[in-house]
Every structure is written in C-alpha cells, then in structure tokens.
C-alpha cells in the first residue's frame, strides 16, 4: 500500500493499481533500449569508420528529441547532465576499451526522461536506476567486447561507482538545490549552479582515483596473462609425453609453491628431477610407448 497524496482524504493505494503504469514505464524504456542496441549492432558491422560513427550518432539525436518531447526545460538540463556525467565517467575511468559508438550509446541509454519512472520510483524508490545502469553498462560491454569473460570485476567496480555518482546527483538536486536558491534569489540560477559543481567535482572524482583503478587493471591483466600461460603448460603436458611431463612439472608450481617446497613434495615421487637418478626412460623408447 502507498499513500494517495492526490486524494483529499489521504488514503492508500494499492500496489496493483500503481502496477500497470510501472510496466508501462518499463516498457517505454526498453522499447528505446533495444531500438538503441539494434542501431548499434548494424554500427559494429559498417566497414567504413567514418559511416559508422555518422550513424552512431543518430543514437544520441533520438534519444534527445525524445526527452525534447515529453520534458520541460530544467527537466532535458537535468538529463542531459546526469547522462554526460555518467559517459564522462566510463572514459575516465577506462576499465574497458570502449570505442567512440560504445561511448555514444552509453550516453544516449542513460539519456532517459527525468519524468519517466515517476511510478517505478514509488514502488522500487532508487533501485530502478541501480538497474538500468547495470543493464545498459553490461550490454555495451557485450556489444563491444562481444563476452564479460575476463571484466567481470571491471564491470562491477564501474557499477558501484557510477552508481554512487548517479545517487548522489538525485541527492544533490533534491537538496541543494533549494539551499542555492535562496541564496541566489532564482530556482533556474541555482539549478545550474548545483549541477555544474556536481559534475566538476563527480568528473574530478573520478579523474584523481583513474590511477588507482588503473593500477588494479594492470595487476588483474597480469595475473590473467600467468593463468593462461598454466592453462596452455598443462595443456602441452597432458598431450605430451611422461618424460616431458615430468620435466615441466616443476614450472607449474613455480607460481603456486616457492622452489624448494615444490622440489621437496614432488622430485622425491617422480623421476627427472634435479637430485635424482637418471631418467628410468631410455631416450631411445618413442613418446607414444611410454
């Protein structure tokens, strides 16, 4: 149950009377999103670069003209801001190779009408925002990288921040606003002013903790480079033969245990280590016998 707070006697609405226009909310922005996927499928597929970034910008262009349509001024101001914010952020940040119709679409996915989950906002509060920002993070990166295999981190951390960052502007509208107006003596003045400092310091954020996150990158595509390199050792080991099984046992653990622990597990079991007798294996045997 909700409150009616367009009922002079302050009853309660039931949720399944809010339900149809959560839905229809829902789909109206999906309807836009899948359209803005597709444009961007038929882009990754254009062979001339310069084609592909003229239609990538037709993206932005609709998603624009729509929030024209069905906005007020203050209200475009606002999306517009929080959408530029948002794609600012992704390209500081840099976790994932996005290219310039990725950033394009990312800006015009988070280009949305401040108005349109006016009854989603009832029901769920802030968590539809949590989710389209999940959503249409994870499908660029899809779109893009064509799989999350190997930035599921990546993905996760560039969440969580831009989430904070899209909270925190509803926060700062919603409460600094009217502190700047009275101190301006205008809303339209304050609105600007409050907006264009929560970018600056959001941007900045961002841009002063960029090596940070740079850094965890770095390290992550490190360790990946050392997993695969195992991955193909054991590969070769487990076609190859026992000798040369053997003899590259010792390069497996060497990431894993430091050298004397791995000698004293394994050299003592298996033959062709330093230390030991001569291989039981006469040179002679082929590979395949042994």
Request: net charge positive; glycine share 6%.
């Amino acid at each position: 149950m909700v409150v009616d707070i367009f009922s002079s006697k302050g009853s309660h609405m039931p949720f399944s009377r809010m339900l149809p226009d959560v839905l229809e909310e829902l789909g109206i922005f999906a309807l836009h999103f899948v359209f803005l996927c597709g444009i961007l499928f038929l882009v990754k597929r254009f062979r001339s670069r310069l084609l592909a970034l003229s239609a990538a910008f037709l993206m932005p262009f609709f998603q624009l003209f729509f929030v024209w349509k069905v906005s007020i001024h203050s209200e475009v101001f606002l999306s517009v801001a929080l959408a530029f914010l948002l794609t600012v952020q992704i390209r500081l940040l840099d976790l994932i190779p996005f290219h310039t119709e990725d950033l394009l679409f990312l800006f015009a996915a988070f280009l949305f009408p401040a108005r349109l989950f006016n009854s989603t906002s009832v029901l769920l509060g802030h968590l539809w925002l949590f989710w389209l920002i999940f959503c249409t993070y994870h499908t660029a990166v899809r779109l893009s990288l064509h799989s999350l295999r190997g930035n599921q981190f990546f993905c996760y951390l560039s969440f969580v921040v831009l989430s904070v960052s899209a909270y925190g502007f509803f926060l700062a509208i919603h409460f600094a606003v009217p502190f700047f107006q009275k101190a301006f003596g205008n809303h339209a003045l304050a609105l600007v002013a409050v907006t264009g400092l929560y970018l600056l310091l959001g941007a900045g954020a961002v841009w002063l903790s960029a090596p940070s996150f740079g850094g965890c990158r770095g390290k992550a595509e490190s360790a990946r480079e050392k997993i695969s390199g195992h991955r193909i050792l054991l590969f070769s080991m487990l076609r190859s033969d026992s000798f040369v099984l053997y003899s590259h046992v010792p390069a497996l653990f060497h990431y894993v245990l430091p050298e004397y622990a791995g000698v004293s597990l394994i050299s003592g079991l298996m033959p062709g280590f330093p230390g030991d007798p001569a291989p039981v294996f006469p040179a002679a045997v082929p590979g395949g016998l042994l």
